[in-house]
């Protein structure tokens, strides 16, 4: 029962995808350079003038270089694979919301990001015909209950 249990929790903790940007200034010049050399045919750098840039140089240029680098594209995604769309809830991938300075989230399925602005109109437009619907509905009911006067 325990080990069941222990599972279950194990699994719900387990949602959402784990594709997360990479932060670049968080990574070591050596690491920065292998990361450039891996995708460098998209930087348009030869080995040897990724080897030549400084810290600043591979930071900048890194940064530029992933930005049109997506993530949630292949199966190694789990919200691609299952075809369901990434939420902001769960998702490393829009954990920091969607930002034009970094690496975006691609999942071909979709985003669910939480819409305040979305939310409030829906509900002024819910209450707003609910509120004509209930006028209209006891107007009706006004004039087919109201007798004939006679003249």
Do not use: W, Y
């Not at 348009?44 to 890194?62: D, Y």
């Not at 949630?72 to 369901?84: F, Y």
């Amino acid at each position: 029962m325990c080990r069941e249990v222990r599972s279950l929790r194990q699994g719900r903790d387990d949602t959402g995808c784990n594709c997360k940007p990479v932060k670049v200034d968080k990574l070591s010049v050596t690491k920065m350079r292998t990361h450039l050399l891996a995708i460098r045919l998209k930087a348009g750098l030869s080995e040897a003038a990724v080897e030549a840039l400084s810290k600043a140089e591979l930071v900048s240029t890194l940064k530029d270089v992933l930005k049109d680098c997506p993530m949630c594209i292949s199966n190694d995604c789990a919200c691609v694979a299952l075809g369901v769309q990434c939420s902001a809830e769960v998702c490393h991938c829009l954990r920091r919301g969607l930002r034009d300075d970094a690496q975006s989230c691609n999942n071909p399925v979709g985003t669910s990001i939480f819409d305040t602005d979305k939310v409030r109109r829906t509900l002024t437009l819910t209450l707003t015909l609910t509120l004509t619907l209930t006028l209209t509905l006891t107007l009706t009911l006004t004039l087919t209950l109201t007798p004939p006067r006679c003249i």
